[in-house]
């Protein structure tokens, strides 16, 4: 099955700094890659995805881009504020299949 | 518009105890998801359902069952409890698996 892999655990930024976090994953056939934020006592959300025919997708702040001969795919947040702070999930899912594996997530803080 | 609901939010249960966790979504949704998240694990799929009617294993599937009822609700069940299933679990649903994927708020699970 597929395999994701999410670095770093952890970041901290100083409030307008960039964050980066990144993902690699194993099957060259995954072709759906969304990332979700996770808020505190807070069910994950959808921030911002990417499909394999693309290589970046940005919306405001947020970018993705992906690396599909690499196999790895990263999340970019500039500008970063304080309500950034959160836990952020990659994931990767394969064809039309309903099984989405997830990264083990990064705990970002953005400090004031 | 609730989106995603479960219930309970937190539960204790004694080793061996069986309950059932509920979901049910208000979305139309053809898909639904049940995921455990650990500390450092990220999100784990246990089983889901592709369309009503319809149910398959994910990751993790041991110690559990699930039923589909109809469109809206999708049920998780521990027969017999064991500590090793602690875990906060999220229910989730989506139109189709290229589409987002709404999570519920969890359900916080301490088996003692």
């Known amino acids: 099955g597929e395999n994701v892999e999410q670095h770093p655990s952890t970041l901290s930024v100083q409030e307008g700094d960039s964050a980066v976090i990144k993902c690699t994953y194993s099957d060259s056939a995954s072709n759906y890659f969304p990332w979700y934020k996770q808020e505190l006592g807070k069910g994950p959300q959808l921030i911002i995805d990417?499909?394999?025919?693309?290589g970046e997708k940005k919306d405001q702040r947020i970018a993705v881009t992906l690396n599909k001969t690499a196999k790895h795919f990263s999340l970019h947040i500039t500008e970063t504020q304080p309500e950034d702070s959160a836990v952020y999930f990659c994931?990767?899912?394969?064809?039309?299949?309903?099984?989405?594996?997830f990264g083990a997530g990064t705990r970002l803080t953005v400090k004031p | 518009n609730a989106g995603v609901t479960q219930t309970p939010k937190f539960q204790v249960l004694k080793t061996g105890q069986s309950m059932t966790l509920q979901c049910a979504q208000d979305?139309?949704?053809?898909?639904m998801y049940w995921y455990r998240q650990d500390p450092g694990m990220g999100l784990r799929l246990i089983y889901y359902s592709a369309s009503e009617g319809t149910t398959d294993k994910g990751e993790v599937p041991n110690g559990y069952n699930v039923s589909r009822l109809n469109k809206r609700e999708f049920s998780l069940r521990l027969e017999s409890a064991a500590p090793s299933q602690t875990s906060v679990y999220f229910c989730a649903s989506n139109r189709t698996p290229y589409t987002e994927a709404f999570f519920g708020q969890g359900t916080r699970l301490t088996v003692v």
């Open positions: 994931a990767a899912r394969k064809g039309n299949n309903n099984d989405m594996r």
């Open positions: 979305m139309n949704h053809n898909s």
């Open positions: 990417i499909r394999s025919n693309v």
